[in-house]
């Protein structure tokens, strides 16, 4: 409304010139007519879910870290090209020893608030997130640092952790072992700081807008849970003369549906998810406004190996080997994703700097008269029959999506048709979906992991015993013994060799079941450009722009 009157004054201011001038004869100087102030650069989208935290230490997932992406920065960040590179950290060096890091904070690195942000801050953050009260989901990523993992589990005290502000610009860090991927870890959310004055003195700073502080592009001004989110640019950032955007609206829309209605009318300049049926409309039509973005990510199905009959490894291959996987991403999700092979997608390198997916090889199997049989096989040893089963009430449990149910449905239907299965199908809020699956509260459920770093372990290690993303319960000792050999030594055959050795035992004991690997397609206006997207994140607007 304000930007009317304001288009309103300046045409009356306009015309009156006007009529003055044609009403004398006498000589008059050319004078400049007042313009309107430029429209606010705002790049509006969807974030399909509500955050549980957008603390970085207490986020889990894509819909708290998009918007930690932009809010935030560690001491490494991604480049356009997909390239890590420096952040916060002016420059770094890593000594002989290959685990001792120094890194060296930029002067220029600011809180949101005005304030310097320093090696204090790092040090605080990491400690944080490794705290045992804190209980963060993300801890485990912290075992990296010296005596992280003994500090967590109360074996060690937290001055022996492995990072330590030498003095406010300068950061060491001392690791376990050489971590090949450490660089990239730093840009990662849970390696985020935090601003260690305002965190003491307020718990819960991240909760309202009025007390956020952050040290990205972008800062936190308004947050109505379950509706929307709405990012400012911070002037503070030490490269804001790039960052051409004003601000971004994130909505908070489960129904991609609902969401894509709302690009197609102009609501929103960009948007991913995109239903399936849209993405191949889209595709056929050859649009200008579709791309489809690599991501390093998995979707896949959850067993909860601590409920019978799913506790039996037969059961969960039986269910695994009646799934079609070339049907659904042909007929259902349409964005160029691939039947999934195991649980490391494509885009990865082994020893031998060759693709690490070739090397281990299609471990997935669909076989409708082996399914039956190791299927009917495992529901004996379970000491159940198959209407016995049915009886049970299963469920397979999926968060609200128009392309999780209709893949959850089509699952449905093989499981009937091939096995005489009857799955019921529950639909909850991402979150709660989230809380249900730490808590172990369901029978099945749909579930899918970006890769945190370019490296096979990020999939890997999900199933060791004590992971906190282990939502299957999995627990295998020669598992846990290949991941840990793997994760402690530098030798890069042996490690991949470990690794491709637990993928195939994950894959004969089935914990879960791997649909596809994912695409990311996305849609954006043609006035909107600067947009880049990293293998294993969401699309970045840190340089977007909007030219109507």
């Known amino acids: 409304m304000k930007k009317k009157v304001l288009l309103l004054a300046s045409i009356v201011m306009t015309a009156a ?57 560690g001491l490494m960040k991604r480049s356009k090209e997909g390239l890590i590179v420096e952040g916060v950290a002016e420059k770094y060096t890593l000594a002989d020893d290959q685990v001792t890091y120094t890194f060296t904070l ?47 589990s109360g074996e060690a005290k937290v001055e022996d952790v492995g990072v330590k502000a030498i003095d406010e610009k300068t950061l060491e860090v001392v690791l376990e072992v050489p971590t090949a991927y450490f660089l990239e870890l730093t840009a990662f959310y849970t390696y985020y700081p935090v601003n260690k004055k305002l965190v003491e003195s307020n718990a ?34 030490y490269d804001a003369a790039n960052v051409k955007l004003d601000g971004i609206e994130f909505a908070i829309l489960e129904d991609a549906t609902t969401a894509w209605q709302k690009y197609e009318g102009g609501e929103f300049d960009f948007l991913t998810p995109i239903p399936g049926p849209v993405v191949g409309q889209l595709k056929a039509s050859n649009s200008s406004e579709l791309v489809i973005g690599t991501d390093l990510a998995t979707y896949y199905y959850n067993f909860n190996s601590k409920r019978a009959p799913f506790d039996n490894a037969k059961v969960r291959r039986g269910l695994s080997m009646a799934i079609d996987r070339k049907t659904i991403v042909e007929k259902i999700t349409m964005g160029g994703q691939t039947p999934a092979e195991g649980v490391v997608p494509f885009g990865m390198f082994d020893e031998n700097n060759t693709e690490y997916r070739t090397a281990v090889g299609n471990l997935i199997k669909y076989d409708l008269t082996e399914a039956k049989k190791v299927f009917e096989e495992g529901l004996a040893e379970a ?33 009937k048709t091939s096995l005489g299965v009857e799955i019921g199908l529950e639909n909850v809020e991402f979150q709660v979906k989230l809380d249900r699956e730490k808590a172990g509260d369901y029978d099945i459920s749909r579930a899918g992991w970006i890769g945190d770093y370019a490296d096979p372990m990020t999939f890997i290690d999900l199933w060791e015993t004590t992971s906190s993303y282990n939502d299957a319960k ?55 450009s600067g947009i880049y997207k990293p293998i294993n994140r969401y699309p970045y607007f840190i340089y977007a722009d909007i030219n109507k």
């Not at 955050?51 to 918007?67: I, R």
């Not at 790092?122 to 992280?148: C, I, T």
């Not at 592009?217 to 990012?231: G, Q, R, Y």
């Not at 016995?388 to 699952?411: C, D, M, P, R, W």
Request: proline letters at 5%.
């Open 17 to 73: 010139f006007v009529a003055t001038a044609c009403g004398t004869s006498a000589p008059t100087t050319p004078t400049t007519a007042p313009t309107t102030p430029a429209a606010k650069k705002i790049l509006r989208t969807n974030n399909s879910s509500e955050p549980g935290s957008l603390d970085p230490a207490l986020a889990q997932g894509t819909h708290e870290s998009w918007v930690l992406d932009h809010t935030f920065e």
């Open 204 to 237: 819960d700073w991240a909760k309202d807008p009025k007390t956020y502080v952050s040290n990205g592009p972008f800062k936190l001004t308004d947050w109505v849970h379950n509706a929307s989110i709405k990012l400012e640019k911070t002037d503070t950032y």
């Open 383 to 415: 000491g159940m029959t198959l209407a016995q089963f049915n009886a049970k009430g299963f469920k397979l449990l999926y968060n609200t999506s128009e392309t999780h149910k209709k893949i959850a449905e089509a699952v449905q239907n093989m499981w």
């Open 474 to 528: 999995f627990s295998n000792a020669e598992y846990d013994k290949l991941v840990a050999e793997s994760k402690a030594t530098v030798d890069q055959k042996v490690r991949m060799e470990n690794m491709r050795k637990a993928e195939k035992l994950l894959m004969e004991q089935m914990p879960i079941a791997p649909v596809y690997f994912y695409t990311q397609p996305y849609v954006q206006k043609s006035y909107v």
């Open 106 to 152: 930029r002067d220029d690195a600011k809180w949101s608030n005005g304030e310097k942000v320093t090696a204090q801050d790092f040090e605080f953050a990491w400690k944080r997130v490794l705290d045992p009260a804190l209980a963060a989901d993300y801890s485990y990523q912290m075992f990296y640092l010296k005596n992280g993992a003994k500090y967590n």
